[in-house]
């Protein structure tokens, strides 16, 4: 079971992305849980507020369950156990087109014998808004999303990116309180992707309305949120920023599926308050006790590749300081990612800056590499 996260987690009170002053969540999940057998628990006892006008993303791997917390919210999937709630009032029995919901999906969803005007004009026609308000609203939701002179073309006359654009449109024309995004980039192609991230994110903060987004990739995660619930096996492993999440890491998923993370794993030899100092195949290092089982149990210590200096220069800077050897040497345009044998380790990878000098580095020679207590977590085994 997870704890509740509201007190400690939610933001309020903030300008940035749209969030206002209300510090009621707009979106709250109670007790909730999800099984499709009847036996097996897909969501676990999940608790979890979502502010007004924030950017919320849930990210995790097939299968965490992060998916079907989004068709439970949007009333395509039944809650087995628990109540969820939309702006104070419980949505569980509210059939999925009285909820006002907006939603964007990855295969778009567009109707192909409709023009691109009228796809945005459905949603307000099954509302009976009167046809000069549609025209308006049509207009508006056209010129967000940069399309305004394409309002008469037909979705296969669209690029993926602009059908996409087209969707999303189409999700806020009607001025829902909130819109659900369900992995919405995954089929278009890396460049357009990162284009469309900036882009979703721009029309969020400017808009200020509640998104909920699910994604399996965690650069999207990174780049648009104002929280990220890291979702494994039904159960949110944590939930923060995405800055919080990335630098402090509460257990060993989390350092692992959130960016590059070297990990060793050792024996604690001695604690003492906020350190430990880890036994990692005979060499002794320090690390910041963050979720460890005490002297004498295993550990994982988390290290980021950015975070370890190669042949530094004062040496006395650093808590932990090793003879490594270098494997490998992959050239990635920026930096110069260097895979090294430290501390019993063939898998150790260091980030080399292209502008520096150490990236004339070759492969078998042996370096140094130095890292500092802090930047180096010991999590759970």
Same mark, same amino acid.
């Given at each position: ?105 990855? /295969? ?7 023009? #691109?005007?009228?796809? $945005? =004009?459905? !949603?307000? +026609?099954?509302?009976?808004? *009167? ?94 949120? /104002? ?7 039904? #159960?949110?492993?944590? $939930? =923060?920023? !995405?800055? +919080?999440?990335?630098?402090? *890491? ?107 000098? $150490? =990236?004339?580095?070759? +492969? ?18």
């Amino acid at each position: 079971m997870i704890a509740r996260k509201r007190a400690a987690h939610r933001v309020t009170g903030m300008a940035q992305g749209g969030m206002t002053e209300n510090n009621d969540p707009l979106v709250r999940f109670e007790s909730v849980q999800k099984s499709y057998d009847g036996e097996t628990l897909v969501v676990k006892d999940l608790n979890l507020d979502v502010a007004r006008g924030e950017f919320l993303t849930m990210l995790g791997p097939s299968g965490s369950g992060k998916t079907t917390c989004l068709m439970m919210l949007a009333g395509f999937e039944p809650a087995t156990h628990g109540e969820i709630y939309l702006d104070n009032s419980p949505i569980n029995n509210v059939p999925p087109h009285k909820r006002g919901i907006g939603m964007v999906f990855q /295969n778009y969803a567009l109707f192909p014998h409709m023009s #691109v005007a009228e796809n $945005l =004009a459905f !949603p307000l +026609e099954v509302r009976k808004t *009167p046809k000069s308000e549609i025209e308006q609203r049509v207009t508006k939701a056209l010129d967000m999303v940069q399309l305004g002179s394409f309002g008469n073309r037909r979705p296969a006359q669209l690029s993926g990116g602009q059908q996409q654009r087209v969707a999303v449109a189409r999700a806020l024309v009607f001025d829902p309180v909130l819109v659900l995004m369900d992995e919405p980039l995954g089929a278009l192609d890396k460049q357009l992707r990162e284009q469309m991230q900036y882009e979703i994110k721009h029309i969020h903060e400017n808009l200020g309305v509640t998104v909920v987004y699910v994604t399996h990739d965690q650069s999207e995660a990174l780049t648009m949120s /104002n929280r990220v619930a890291v979702f494994n096996d039904g #159960v949110i492993q944590q $939930l =923060a920023p !995405p800055d +919080e999440l990335y630098e402090r *890491p509460q257990n060993a998923f989390v350092a692992q599926f959130i960016g590059e993370n070297n990990t060793l794993v050792g024996d604690i030899k001695e604690a003492d308050g906020d350190n430990v100092t880890v036994d990692v195949n005979g060499s002794i290092i320090k690390a910041l006790n963050v979720n460890t089982g005490g002297v004498g149990s295993k550990t994982t210590l988390s290290i980021r590749p950015e975070r370890v200096a190669v042949n530094p220069s004062n040496e006395g800077d650093y808590q932990n300081v090793f003879k490594a050897t270098v494997e490998e040497l992959i050239y990635l345009g920026d930096h110069i990612r260097t895979r090294a044998s430290v501390c019993g380790d063939d898998e150790f990878v260091v980030k080399i800056a292209n502008a520096s000098a $150490l =990236a004339a580095i070759k +492969e078998g020679t042996e370096v140094t590499f130095g890292w500092k207590a802090e930047d180096c977590r010991a999590l759970d085994a």
